[in-house]
């Protein structure tokens, strides 16, 4: 099919303009660091045993302000315990007003029952700190172990006892506060700084 002199005339034009010259293409930019804060509250959560601890970071030096172990006796329903441990929580964050909470992720559980359980203290701690206003973390635990003591698989005698030497403290805290500290300080560790797995902020 023939072109008439017009149209030969306006596809000529087309083809003269110059062409847009394509952005770009930057490279991505390496994820933020969390922001820097003073005081850190960790939680390894638990229905019947959840772990609290906070800290006060400045420079290189942490400092233990307080913690605790929710204790909830086997008697209690679970709803009770929720109520306990939002309560608990609620009252250590009035005292210290962090600006940061870090809490255990989810591992895999051995069965459906026990990952459920779990689900419902850890979401009792996490409603209460978004309530406040906290910016919320999540480490798992190998990460926090080789943080902290060097050894992804460590046991809960060696992450309290160099929590002890970390912090400083005459003894060892029991293993769920202890537990609790480590999230803090292995938070500390990294705020600021870029690294390749960035912490995960839910």
Same mark, same amino acid.
Request: proline content about 11%; glycine content about 10%.
């Given at each position: 099919m023939g072109?008439? $002199? @017009?149209?030969?005339?306006?596809?000529?034009?087309?083809?003269? @303009? $110059?062409?847009p010259r394509p952005e770009p293409v930057s490279a991505p930019l390496p994820a !933020? $660091?969390? !922001?820097?804060?003073? +005081?850190?509250?960790?939680?390894? $959560? !638990?229905? @019947?045993?959840?772990?609290?601890? +906070?800290?006060?970071?400045?420079?290189? =030096?942490?400092?233990?302000?307080e913690y605790a172990v929710i204790h909830?006796?086997?008697g209690w329903e679970r709803s009770r315990c929720l109520a306990h441990i939002a309560g608990t929580v609620r009252a250590m964050i009035q005292r210290h007003h962090p600006g940061v909470c870090v809490i255990e992720s989810l591992f895999q559980a051995r069965n459906y029952q026990t990952a459920l359980i779990l689900g419902e203290a850890r979401g009792a701690s996490l409603a209460v700190a978004a309530e406040a206003g906290l910016e +919320?973390?999540?480490?798992?635990? @190998? =990460? +926090?172990?080789?943080?902290i003591v060097?050894?992804?698989?460590a046991q809960k005698p060696a992450v309290a006892q160099m929590v002890r030497r970390l912090l400083g403290l005459a003894e060892a805290p029991p293993p769920d506060a202890a537990d609790a500290l480590a999230l803090a300080l292995a938070f500390a560790q990294e705020q600021g700084r870029a690294v390749l797995s960035p912490l995960k902020r839910i």
């Open positions: 072109l008439s $002199p @017009r149209q030969f005339e306006q596809l000529r034009q087309r083809l003269a @303009r $110059p062409r !933020s $660091p969390p !922001s820097r804060h003073g +005081v850190i509250l960790g939680i390894d $959560p !638990s229905l @019947r045993g959840t772990g609290l601890g +906070v800290i006060r970071h400045a420079r290189d =030096r942490n400092e233990m302000l909830c006796p086997p +919320v973390y999540e480490l798992a635990p @190998r =990460r +926090v172990k080789q943080a060097g050894y992804g698989a």
